[in-house]
């Protein structure tokens, strides 16, 4: 796959679009900002600060990656893309809470 470009991580908070449960985690840098599952009722969180960054060791399993974003938003990156991040928010909150409101 060719060179192999260091990877970053972040020390971030995290806030559940549904429950606004926080967590404060070690993620990738590039961890959609919206993505990461919440702990307490598995909806969608976002990232909403940053703390400190640290470079990672080169022999992280790259899977992770793949990892942190499977519960990130499916479809549309193109689209997505041209949206605002503050659009982006409201689509992905207005989507998790539809999704995860059932049941309670
Ligand atoms: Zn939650």
């Known amino acids: 796959m060719g060179v192999n470009p260091d990877t ?3 020390r971030a908070r995290r806030r559940c679009l549904v429950c606004d449960g926080e ?3 070690w993620e990738l840098e590039d961890t959609d900002q919206i993505g990461p599952l919440c702990r307490v009722c598995h ?3 976002e ?4 703390f400190e960054r640290r470079r990672m060791p080169a022999a992280v399993n790259p899977h992770a990656a793949a990892l942190g974003r499977l519960g990130g938003l499916k479809g549309g990156p193109a689209r997505a893309a041209k949206l605002t991040a503050k659009r982006r928010r ?3 909150r207005a989507a998790a809470r539809a999704r995860w409101s059932h049941g309670k």
């Open 8 to 10: 970053y991580e972040v």
């Open 23 to 25: 967590d404060e985690v």
């Open 43 to 45: 909806a969608p969180s």
């Open 47 to 50: 990232r909403i600060a940053v």
């Open 90 to 92: 409201d689509i992905a």
